[in-house]
């Protein structure tokens, strides 16, 4: 099973940017995983909040295969805790070719995304950054991955 992260716009901070690849290498020790980026739209100043989200709802489409898997990181999934999220990520692992997690750009995702979506997950009840959701949930997967192999990297 491949796991992408797919990601609108880059990644502007580059201490962001450092944690993330970091984490990422250490995740692809323990499956295959790659990070997509979709450019950020231009000229958004004459748009409105909706025709932003459709427009990168239909660039997110393109990225995604029938059979995927297609988990978005959102404020209404559910939470879960660490322990809980390995377990879900090892069942759902095993019914998945492609696992594909979504961290749409600053006003959400599109119907047709939330439409294609199989599950929701949420990172907290708090609000972040969307810099900053890309480092946590970088470092919750590595953290499920070692918690899944029984690994010291996570403590009760």
Same mark, same amino acid.
């Given at each position: ?30 499956? !295959? ?13 004459? @748009? ?17 295969? !029938? ?21 879900? @990520? ?20 599109? !119907? ?39 690994? !010291?990297?996570?403590?009760?």
């Amino acid at each position: 099973m491949k796991t992408i992260l797919l990601l609108v716009g880059k990644t502007n901070d580059k201490h962001f940017a450092a944690g993330i690849n970091d984490y990422a290498s250490r995740i692809s020790h323990y499956m !295959p995983f790659e990070i997509q980026t979709i450019p950020e739209l231009k000229n958004t100043k004459s @748009l409105s909040e909706e025709q932003q989200k459709t427009m990168e709802g239909e660039l997110i489409m393109k990225q995604l295969q !029938p059979s995927d898997t297609v988990v978005l990181l959102d404020e209404h999934g559910k939470e879960m805790r660490s322990i809980e999220y390995a377990s879900w @990520l090892q069942r759902t692992a095993n019914n998945a070719r492609r696992l594909v997690f979504i961290i749409g750009g600053p006003y959400g995702f599109s !119907p047709s995304v939330y439409q294609r979506a199989n599950d929701k997950i949420s990172l907290s009840r708090m609000t972040f950054s969307h810099q900053m959701v890309r480092l946590i949930f970088t470092e919750q997967l590595y953290r499920a991955c070692t918690i899944i192999k029984n690994e !010291p990297y996570h403590h009760e």
